[in-house]
T-cell receptor, first 109, second 115 residues
Framework: GQNIDQPTEMTATEGAIVQINCTYQ??????LFWYQQHAGEAPTFLSY??LDGLEEKGRFSSFLSRSKGYSYLLLKELQMKDSASYLC??????????WGAGTKLIIKP | ETGVTQTPRHLVMGMTNKKSLKCEQH?????MYWYKQSAKKPLELMFV???????ENNSVPSRFSPECPNSSHLFLHLHTLQPEDSALYLC??????????????FGPGTRLTVL
């Protein structure tokens, strides 16, 4: 079967750095997405990786290793507004998105 | 209006009711999606439409019936639902259903409660 694993919950301190990991087993691979979802709101797109390596976008970076079936989202200079759930999703060989259950990130002052 | 809109935002219905959820996208996209989001579970893809044709139906019970009259509008018709169908129903759109990139843009969702 197809599976996406990510931690259920993480806690970090304002101003610090946090890394949210995602591992996947899917039938084929056509890209990996990270989304942010604040409580009661719609998921919003953060990043897309299809080749190995690091993609940087301001305070957020996403890394992919296809051989290891592994990605991480790195958040720097954490702000209170970064408290949200972070969803990892992989597009399989049928271009269908397989979603993880999300990681709830709690930022403390 | 911009982006993806959904109505109603909240819906409470009995098991014998019939109701419809509406989604509209103002992005000129060709693909639209219905997802179910339950607490602490992954997003469940229900239906995919590409250019108004249904391309995916992930074994969804027949009490959920989608309709896509044009590329900007998507409906989810509900009838004789069960309490376990209570969830957040999200609509999304993307430029196409296949191809590289093609991030999905989500609406705010309809919070459905079935009594």
């Amino acid at each position: 079967g197809q599976n996406i694993d990510q931690p259920t919950e993480m806690t970090a301190t304002e101003g610090a750095i946090v890394q949210i990991n995602c591992t996947y087993q899917t039938s084929g691979f056509n890209g990996l997405f990270w989304y942010q979802q604040h409580a009661g709101e719609a998921p919003t797109f953060l990043s897309y990786n299809v080749l190995d390596g690091l993609e940087e976008k301001g305070r957020f970076s996403s890394f992919l290793s296809r051989s290891k079936g592994y990605s991480y989202l790195l958040l720097k200079e954490l702000q209170m507004k970064d408290s949200a759930s972070y969803l990892c999703a992989v597009r399989d060989s049928n271009y269908q998105l397989i979603w993880g259950a999300g990681t709830k990130l709690i930022i403390k002052p | 209006e911009t982006g993806v809109t959904q109505t109603p935002r909240h819906l409470v219905m009995g098991m014998t009711n019939k109701k419809s959820l509406k989604c509209e996208q103002h992005l000129g996209h060709n693909a639209m999606y219905w997802y179910k989001q339950s607490a602490k579970k992954p997003l469940e893809l229900m239906f995919v439409y590409s250019l108004e044709e249904r391309v995916e139906n992930n074994s969804v019970p027949s009490r959920f019936s989608p309709e896509c009259p044009n590329s900007s509008h998507l409906f989810l018709h509900l009838h004789t639902l069960q309490p376990e169908d209570s969830a957040l129903y999200l609509c999304a759109s993307s430029q196409d259903s296949e191809g590289q990139g093609n991030e999905q843009f989500f609406g705010p969702g309809t919070r459905l409660t079935v009594l």
